[in-house]
């Protein structure tokens, strides 16, 4: 079941019915079955699978916790990590790589014929895999207690806003929300719809309004002028961002309706002057995870440049693979671990040209935000493309400044929409970095964490009432009603 | 309960809201259709009262150009033709323009615009209220939408007609032409590009026929044309023939006389083709030059000089 279909536009209010009617553990009850009647709607027999990875991690925790010697204990956390990547590789990666070890045979004089296996990739296992495989992690650090009600943690695996495109909210921060009962809040349904309102508009206005005309140009890039090829790319950034932003939005608000903080995982991550921070700004959530599982475990940035530089690269090629099979998110992972190192290197450099030309602090800083934004659109290009080739001619076809003309640029009404669409999302991003804006959104609920979202502040019910029948209003005059899917659901 | 109570009553606020500012807003983008000079605006008002016009697809709209056909025709022409615009819809668009002014001495239909599918049909609810048969045509073709559209009445701006309605508010839209030119490699493509086929739909062979009724009720001279294509795109249609054949036959139920203007392989240049569909600008001009060589519409001038003095 997709957000922007009108199956979940039915779902939500019977759902929403069954889960403040009841309390307790009947609660629970009805948070497990909403999300596996919302996950069985796209392919029920992989409701196994997902039961699977919850009952095997929820059994390694308590074990885990019960387990005092470290042998076993290391030997259980392995179990669990191999398993879960175990599943994660053999849906997603197996004829990825038996095809490159094929062409590497190949290549080497050794021909090898594979015929590619139809593996069907389930839905969200990217995230529900990381989200178990932390909890076992966290509960062999002994940072994590171990959740001993079965019906409690297979709930929090499989809640239905975060299931399929994340955000990856880990045990840490959702089992003990999750101990509390969560009565209709007035204030805070009003947050949800502000932040699901939000949502729909960067997935049904902007992104899928940029959609077409990316795909377009990124299905035959030499049909395309340079100019035409580069506003493609600008499109991308911004289809992509919105598409997953308005996704993680839409979840959290959702969350936020039935009591639940799951933080946030996009803050205006293109106005980041530096590829650390943008890090800190960009799928919040899988960065974080990837920094505290993978990027420190592996040294840090303890060790000197050299091992600091293995430590970025390695987390960075992974990360991209996580994206999906194929050496072009790879590339993509790559090329923002280099930009890391490269950063580590150049940033002293940068800030002491900075004090001798006595650069005024506001154009140093417009000038890193327009480079990091471009290399950062450098990187969509292989994230986009399906082939290094594709990317490649994407590349030389904009860097041979051919045709330069907007007159050269097919659907001309369809781009100025697009670029007003985008101009009102900077709008709207600028504002909040308005001093006196600089506070958190949503209004604090007793005994939860207070967010912060990159939207203005939106604080009394009238206001909220006026920003969600504006997004209404967008939705109706710029929606595209066709029911696109979201791109991370690839993943 | 309060709390229930107070979100009861903003979500009843939320669509008192909402409902008036769709209206209040809708009213205000209302103005921009009204009061365009868009085609698809200008026609429903009277004031054009032009002696050709012309019907069609892109490639009505590449194929001939107004003011060019202005300049050679000494007669005031416009231009109905819009890209991927099927016969249906254009039949719409002429009654329309024939609602508001008087009937024009030669109608020239592009009739390649017989096999397009009905795709604009989303984007007629922009002019559903302003155009009955328009708005006909969107409910058919998408009714629940068209239901939407009723409730929510923003939801006919969601359109590119309205763009260009927005664009052309206060400048003419009938001089639209192509400056791109095919590169080499498309031409060398197009030689080697799969066939393909020229399959008029039913529903547009209907309008077709309708259209030929009403230029003969209303004593319109009507011409059939097939505008240009790259030649080597054309030698990879299979039954260009035989179109112009089942074109013919189903006109010929009204007017044994008419007959199809065939020019699909006139203009040989590539350099005179924007893509293998479409003339560029200078393809149109040369065209022109051909069409008034043929006499195509001097004969029409002597003809409509006779009939109407």
Known sequence: MLFNTWTFVIFLPLFSLAYFASGGRVRLWVMLIGSLIFYAWWDWRFLFLLLFSSILDYALGILLENAQDPGIRKRLVTLSVAVNLGLLGFFKYFNFFVQSAVHVSSALGLPVTYDAWRIVLPVGISFYVFKTMSYTIDVYRRTEKAERDLLRFTTFVVFFPELVAGPIVRASRMLPQMKRDHRFNYTRTLDGLTLIASGYVRKVAIADSLAPLVDIRFANPAAHSSLSLLIGVYFYAFQIYCDFSGYSNIAIGLARIFGFDFGINFDRPYWSESFSEFWTRWHISLSSWLRDYLYIPLGGNRGGTLRTTRNLMLTMLLGGLWHGANWTFVAWGGLHGLYLVLQRLLSPLYQRAVRALRIPKIVSALLLIFVVFHLTCLGWIFFRAETFARAWEVITDIGSMTDMSFAAVPQKFLVIKAVLLIAGLVFVEAATFLPKQRRPVLAPIPGETVTVSAHPPIRTAAARLAFVAASVWVLLVFGTFSGNTFIYFQF | MRELRKAGLWAVALVLVVLAGDRLASAVLDQVVQRSRFRFSEIQRPGIDADIVIVGDSRGVTSINVPVVEKIAGRRTYSLCYNGMATKIGEALLDDYLDHNRPPRLLIVEVTSLIEPMKLSPELKTYAKESPRLGAIYAEEHPIAARAARVFH?????????????????????????????????????????????????????????????????????????????????????????????????????????????????????????????????????FMRILQRDGFFAEMAQRASLRRP
């Open chain 2, 154 to 286: 923003l939801l006919r701006f969601n359109s590119e007609l309205y763009l260009r309605a927005l664009y052309y508010l206060r400048r003419s839209d009938q001089d639209w032409s192509n400056w791109a030119t095919i590169s080499p490699a498309d031409v060398e493509g197009a030689r080697s590009a799969p066939t393909w086929r020229l399959d008029p739909t039913p529903g547009n062979l209907d309008a077709l026929e309708r259209i030929v009724r009403l230029a003969r009720s209303r004593n319109i001279e009507l011409r059939l044309l097939v505008g240009p294509y790259l030649p080597q795109y054309l030698a990879r249609a299979v039954n260009a023939g035989p179109f112009i054949a089942a074109v013919e036959q189903r006109v010929h139920r009204v007017d044994p006389s008419l007959h199809v203007w065939n020019y699909a392989g006139a203009v040989g240049e590539p350099a005179l083709f924007a893509d293998v569909l479409h003339l560029n600008d200078r393809g149109t001009d040369a």
